[in-house]
């Protein structure tokens, strides 16, 4: 009986072929290792990819609705527009002397008025100036005081010269006198009548003085008036370049401000447009911020010489066609209403109608129309 020769064990069991199913795993390598066998691949879902494409379907045909339920009606003919941004004029607030920020009494983004105090620089320099300046005054109006009772003093001894010189005239007429005393009466008249002329002119240097010592006090007084800042326009406060205690040379600056009187819209618009375009044409500005509240506006400048587009500002034609910036200017009756909170570099589209029979479409028409956007009657 013939004994067969058995494998080592491994400790693990070689699988066996199954004769039913279809997976057949392959037998193991020598060595006893086992190679992972991968899974299956998953199966292709198509309604994934359905859901997906009726998804983006019915995204495309909500987004389309929306965009044309929104976009503006097309504008009548004699209406051109533009996009640009709201601007308003920087004011630098600067100093007039070099100096120490003594106070500092507003802050970005606060809005002031005109003639309001924002800041303070140092003056006790200029109010010892000012004590020094008024001593000087003091002393001038003595002086003045002084040479002006000389004056009377010296007035009185000439009436008395003059009335002893016109004596010894009459007694020398009469040899009662000797035409030497009449000699001396002259004299002492001239020298009285000299004396009361130099007294005057030291008055008159006297006041002189008073004058410029009055002038230079005043001089100082403005001085220390121009170091305390105020805002020369009303609107806000954009930057604040200074603190309390730093030394600012001549001009140097300690705010910028903007000037809310003065907004306005710089667009660009071509050669065929713009030259239809006259300065006080009526505007309105619509704003992205305020779609359904339009600005009246005016043209206010129309630049001579044509320029290529700036890149900040987006145009339908190429960018490098040529343009010619105008300015639309806010009406400044509308900047005074408590309402109106108009901010700097705010987005929006400026209208510019330059055919005087042209109509303002609905959306750009005001509750109170404008004197400028009544429309001419026929026949006119």
Do not use: C
């Amino acid at each position: 009986m013939t004994q067969q020769a058995s494998s080592p064990t491994t400790g693990l069991q070689e699988p066996q072929a199954s004769t039913q199913g279809a997976l057949v795993v392959p037998p193991a390598p020598a060595g006893g290792a086992l190679v992972p066998v991968p899974p299956p691949p998953p199966r292709k879902r198509p309604w994934r990819l359905a859901f997906l494409l009726v998804a983006l379907l019915a995204g495309g045909i909500g987004g389309g609705t929306w965009w044309w339920l929104h976009i503006p009606p097309p504008l009548p003919p004699g209406i051109a527009f533009s996009n640009g941004r709201l601007e308003a004029d920087e004011i630098d607030i600067s100093t007039k002397f070099p100096g120490r920020v003594s106070e500092i009494l507003a802050d970005e983004g606060d809005r002031v008025t005109a003639g309001q105090v924002v800041a303070r620089m140092d003056v006790r320099d200029l109010e010892v100036s000012l004590a020094q300046a008024e001593a000087q005054i003091a002393q001038a109006r003595h002086a003045i005081a002084e040479s002006e009772a000389q004056l009377a003093q010296i007035g009185s001894q000439v009436k008395l010269a003059a009335q002893e010189l016109q004596r010894a005239r009459t007694l020398v007429k009469g040899d009662f006198e000797t035409r030497q005393v009449l000699d001396q009466r002259q004299s002492q008249f001239d020298a009285a009548v000299a004396n009361y002329h130099g007294t005057e002119a030291r008055i008159a240097a006297a006041k002189a003085v008073l004058e410029g010592a009055i002038r230079n006090a005043d001089l100082i007084r403005v001085n220390i008036n121009d170091n305390t800042l105020v805002a020369p326009k009303n609107g806000p406060i954009q930057y604040r370049l200074a603190n309390v205690g730093e030394v600012l040379p001549v001009g140097g600056k300690v705010f910028t401000m903007l000037d809310a009187d003065y907004v306005y819209m710089d667009v660009f618009l071509p050669t065929a447009t713009a030259g239809q375009i006259k300065l006080g044409d009526p505007a309105r500005i619509l704003l992205d911020a305020m779609p359904g509240r339009p600005l009246p506006a005016t043209v206010t400048f129309i630049a001579s010489k044509n320029q290529f587009t700036p890149k900040m500002v987006e145009t339908r034609s190429e960018r490098d066609k040529l343009m010619f910036r105008i300015r639309v200017r806010v009406d400044p009756a509308v900047l005074q209403m408590p309402s109106a909170d108009l901010h700097a570099g705010v987005p929006g589209l400026a209208y510019i109608r330059f055919d005087p029979h042209a109509e303002w479409p609905p959306f750009l028409q005001l509750a109170d129309p404008q004197p400028a956007d009544r429309q001419p009657a026929a026949g006119k």
